[in-house]
Nanobody, 137 residues
Framework: QVHLMESGGGSVQIGDNLKLSCVVS????????IGWFRQAPGKEREAVAG????????RYTDAVKGRFAVSQDNAKNTAYLQMNGLKPEDTAVYYC??????????????????????????????WGQGTQVTVSS
């Protein structure tokens, strides 16, 4: 059974924008953490952004702060990742994942440590299949 499904990836040029979508099963979406993670070839999976659907609290890693924005549409059980000003280093497979918060609205430690956050998230069984984002000059 597919619980999360990403879409919206593609090949773009430096400075372009993309918006990823993550449709989540209703029973998983409500009052949970929905996170965006990425993995580039030869690198560890890392956290990018997250949202707690209970109150819309968002968190970002330093690598994307100010360029990416995560949002939610409760009517569609969907989380979005708006990516602006894309750079070659943003090239990766992007995944969304869901899990219960560690504490109230605490999604993976606030993403302070992107690698730790991804390791914690990998404990969850709720992951999408990933969507490729390629940024070239």
């Amino acid at each position: 059974q597919v619980h999360l499904m990403e879409s919206g990836g593609g090949s773009v040029q430096i400075g372009d924008n993309l918006k990823l979508s993550c449709v989540v099963s209703p029973n998983i979406y409500k009052n949970n953490c929905i996170g965006w993670f990425r993995q580039a070839p030869g690198k560890e999976r890392e956290a990018v952004a997250g949202i707690y659907t209970g109150d819309g609290t968002t968190r970002y890693t330093d690598a994307v702060k100010g360029r990416f924005a995560v949002s939610q549409d409760n009517a569609k059980n969907t989380a979005y990742l708006q990516m602006n000003g894309l750079k070659p280093e943003d090239t990766a497979v992007y995944y969304c994942a869901a899990d219960q918060p560690l504490g109230y609205s605490d999604c993976w430690g606030g993403l302070i440590d992107p690698l730790w956050a991804a390791q914690q998230a990998l404990r969850s069984e709720y992951w999408g299949q990933g969507t490729q984002v390629t940024v070239s000059s």
